[in-house]
């Protein structure tokens, strides 16, 4: 019986906690919202450029490429729904 409940603790313990993963989303949402207010994103608003793009561009399109894939990251990790499993159909 211990063998059983050694294996059973050890796949729970691989599996990602939902709540976790929810949590990071809300830091994740939090993170952007910080990094795209009008005083930082001032911060990068100079005159270098990088072959011919300039700064500012690249920093808002970085921030916003790196939320797509976090939240891209994030939602692959993210497992489905107990309670929407067997439910599509009904109504």
Same mark, same amino acid.
């Given at each position: 019986? %211990? /063998?059983?409940?050694?294996?059973?603790?050890?796949?729970? #313990?691989?599996?990602?906690?939902? %709540? /976790?993963?929810?949590?990071?989303?809300?830091?994740?949402? #939090?993170a952007g919202l910080m990094l795209l207010v009008p005083p930082l994103v001032h911060l990068f608003n100079h005159d270098f450029t990088v072959l011919g793009v300039p700064q500012i561009v690249l920093y808002?399109?970085?921030v916003w490429l790196a939320l797509i894939v976090a939240t891209a990251v994030l939602t692959n990790r993210l497992p489905p729904d107990r309670i929407a499993e067997g439910k599509e159909g009904e109504g």
């Amino acid at each position: 019986m %211990r /063998k059983s409940s050694a294996l059973c603790a050890a796949f729970w #313990a691989k599996m990602p906690d939902r %709540r /976790k993963i929810v949590g990071g989303m809300f830091l994740l949402t #939090a993170a952007g919202l910080m990094l795209l207010v009008p005083p930082l994103v001032h911060l990068f608003n100079h005159d270098f450029t990088v072959l011919g793009v300039p700064q500012i561009v690249l920093y808002l399109f970085g921030v916003w490429l790196a939320l797509i894939v976090a939240t891209a990251v994030l939602t692959n990790r993210l497992p489905p729904d107990r309670i929407a499993e067997g439910k599509e159909g009904e109504g």
